[in-house]
C-alpha cells in the first residue's frame, strides 16, 4: 500500500459578496383572485399575510428571470460572469429536465464554460445551493460561486383551487459566494422528513398526463396546509436554532432572520420559538411577493436590505423548507454595501 496522500486544496473561509433580485412587473391583488376561490381579501391576509403578488408574463420565463437577478448580483458584486467558476440554480419550475437550466444560464450570461447544475430540494432549494457553495469554497473546489433560486409558479397554480391560488408566485433571486477572510456562512443545518413527502407536490404526475392523454393539462401544486404549518412551526425552529447554536452564536448574535416565505404566522411562530429578540429585524416579504419557494429567502433578503440598509454586514437567520418535505438553513453575514 502506498503512503502517497492526496495534496491538501487550498481552500479558504467563505461568505455572501452581493444579493440581486428581479419580480416580474404584474402586481396582482388578492381582489383579482378572491372572486375564483369564493374568498375575501380579509380571509387571505389573516391567513397568510399576502396582500399581493407578482407574476410573470405568459411568454417571461424561468432563465429570463434568472438571467436579470444574476445579473443585479454581478453589478454588485464588482464580478464579472467569467470570474464566475461554479453555478448552482435551484428551481422546480423549469420546464427541462434535461440540459439544465444552469448550463442555459451560463450561456446566456457568457461563461459557457462554468461548472453548472439544477437542484430540485423546492422551499429549501437555494439554502442547500448556499450550503454547497460555501463548502465548495472552503475545499479549495470553487472560488466564486452563483447560487440562484428562481421559479415560476403560476405555470403550477390551479386558479380556482382555494387552498393553493392566493399563495404561489414567480420571481428570482441571486446571491454570488466568494472567499473570505473570516467564516461569513455558517455551518449549513440540513435534512427531511421524506415520510410527509406528500404533503406538498405537484399532481398529477407526468405520467399519468401522458397515461390519460392529457397532453393539454399540467401538473397543479396542491399542499396538506395543517400538516405544513405544524411542521413548519415547530421542526423548523428546532433546525434554526440549530443552525445558531452550529455558528457558535446566539438568538441575541443576530441582526436578521430571513425565512422561507410561506406564511406570515409561521413566521412569526417561528421567531418566537427560537427566542429572537426585539432587536431582530423579521423579513416578511411575504405580503407583496408571494411564496416564491426557491426564490424566496434571497428576494426577502434583498428586500429586506433595501429596507434596512443598516443591515448589510451583519448576521443573519437563513432556512428555507417545504415539498420533500426537506429543509436547509445556516447562518450567513449579509453582504456588504454594493
Not at 397532453?215 to 405544524?230: E, I, M, N, Y
Not at 410561506?262 to 412569526?268: G, H, M, S, T, Y
Request: aromatic residues 6%; charged residues 20%.
Amino acid at each position: 500500500m502506498t503512503n502517497t496522500k492526496i495534496s491538501a486544496n487550498s481552500g479558504s473561509d467563505s461568505r455572501i459578496l452581493s444579493v440581486g433580485g428581479y419580480q416580474p412587473s404584474r402586481i396582482v391583488p388578492n381582489s383579482e383572485i378572491v372572486d375564483l376561490i369564493d374568498s375575501t381579501d380579509e380571509w387571505i391576509r389573516q391567513r397568510t399575510g399576502i396582500e399581493e403578488r407578482r407574476i410573470a408574463a405568459p411568454d417571461e420565463s424561468v432563465l429570463d428571470m434568472a438571467e436579470k437577478a444574476c445579473r443585479q448580483a454581478l453589478e454588485r458584486s464588482k464580478l464579472s460572469i467569467t470570474d464566475i467558476d461554479t453555478v448552482i440554480v435551484a428551481t422546480i419550475s423549469y420546464l427541462y429536465q434535461a440540459p439544465s437550466a444552469a448550463t442555459a444560464l451560463i450561456a446566456r450570461l457568457g461563461n459557457p464554460t462554468a461548472a453548472a447544475f439544477d437542484i430540485n430540494a423546492a422551499c429549501a432549494g437555494f439554502c442547500y445551493g448556499v450550503g454547497m457553495g460555501s463548502d465548495f469554497i472552503r475545499s479549495g473546489t470553487s472560488k466564486h460561486v452563483l447560487v440562484v433560486g428562481v421559479e415560476k409558479l403560476s405555470d403550477f397554480t390551479d386558479p380556482t383551487d382555494r387552498a393553493t391560488a392566493f399563495i404561489f408566485a414567480d420571481g428570482a433571486g441571486a446571491v454570488i459566494l466568494g472567499p473570505s477572510d473570516h467564516p461569513g456562512i455558517g455551518p449549513t443545518v440540513w435534512g427531511s422528513d421524506a415520510d410527509s413527502r406528500d404533503a406538498i407536490l405537484l399532481d398529477p404526475s407526468w405520467d399519468v398526463l401522458r397515461k390519460n392523454n392529457s397532453a393539454d393539462r399540467w401538473p397543479t401544486l396542491s399542499q396538506k396546509g395543517q400538516t405544513v404549518f405544524r411542521w413548519a412551526v415547530f421542526a423548523m425552529s428546532k433546525a434554526g436554532k440549530k443552525a445558531i447554536e452550529a455558528a457558535g452564536l446566539t438568538p441575541n448574535d443576530l441582526d436578521a432572520f430571513i425565512p422561507h416565505q410561506a406564511n406570515v404566522r409561521i413566521i412569526e411562530s417561528m421567531a418566537r420559538e427560537i427566542g429572537f429578540p426585539e432587536k431582530v429585524a423579521i423579513a416578511q416579504d411575504i405580503r407583496t411577493s408571494g411564496n416564491t419557494s426557491a426564490a424566496s429567502v434571497p428576494l426577502a433578503m434583498a428586500a429586506l436590505l433595501e429596507e434596512r440598509p443598516d443591515l448589510h454586514g451583519g448576521l443573519a437567520l437563513l432556512i428555507g423548507y417545504g415539498a420533500g418535505l426537506v429543509y436547509a438553513g445556516q447562518v450567513v453575514e449579509l453582504p456588504p454595501k454594493p
